[in-house]
């Protein structure tokens, strides 16, 4: 596979990098009050750490995180993605997530927008789904909360890549269609799982029944490039890989 090291080549000077799109939303049940959720989200420098793997995490100032990816490939291009992100404080409930430059980094050949947003919602008792309240009893525990929280995030990614001159000679489409289709792939395997080690992680840090797979939703947000309207597909388990077999 051809490496990044193109990047250095005068050729980047002649060509225009490719932009690649995609968006998705989702959302997780937690079962606690959303002041001890927000609590336990806002401390995120123990949960990421362990909820990142198999995703290197490094530090990166108080309140960011340099991740590098794994590795991907198509059309013979391979690329380790590597990003570093801000998880801003809250701002009037919301919690924003976005990339920031990675300190004396040398170009690799690509560049990352990544923008995502998150919020906490109130789920009052009468609208805890019979399945949710099923797997609390089942742990033996009773009572039902008086209300639980949804966890509802939202997230758009544009990755601009400069690709070595061989592959500009393929049809744009190809390259375009090839290049969307691998992000989506890839936030289809980091985001579920993410979304998996955060529930469980907090489940069990507050000795809490982990809630059913029906207590996390993942979609993708189909953007028509020439009109702008979105559609939003719900990404199933039969698409997704099964969570309960994740690794911790």
Known sequence: MVEQSFAQSSATDEIQPIHFLTAFAGSMAM????????????HHQ????????????????EHGYILTIGRFGALGFDVEPKMGVILEPPNEGH??????????????GYEVDYQADMILVDIPAQDIGEDLI????????????????QVQWHLEMDVAVT???????LPRGLIQRTG??????????????????VQKDFHELMSLPLPPKSGRHFYRIKRQRETGLDSQEMETEDRLEEEETLED
């Open 180 to 197: 969307d289709r691998l992000l989506a792939e890839i936030i289809r395997q980091v985001s579920p799982r993410l979304t998996y080690k």
């Open 163 to 169: 690709f070595p001159p061989y592959i500009y000679k």
């Open 31 to 42: 079962f606690a009050e959303q002041a001890i959720v927000a609590d336990y989200l806002q």
């Open 46 to 61: 123990g949960w990421f750490y362990r909820c990142a793997q198999p995703m290197k995490a490094e530090p990166l100032g």
């Open 134 to 149: 099923k797997v609390y009893r089942h742990q033996g525990n009773e009572a039902i909360p008086e209300q639980i929280t």
């Open 95 to 108: 919690y924003f997530m976005h990339t920031v430059p990675i300190p004396d980094e040398p170009f690799l």
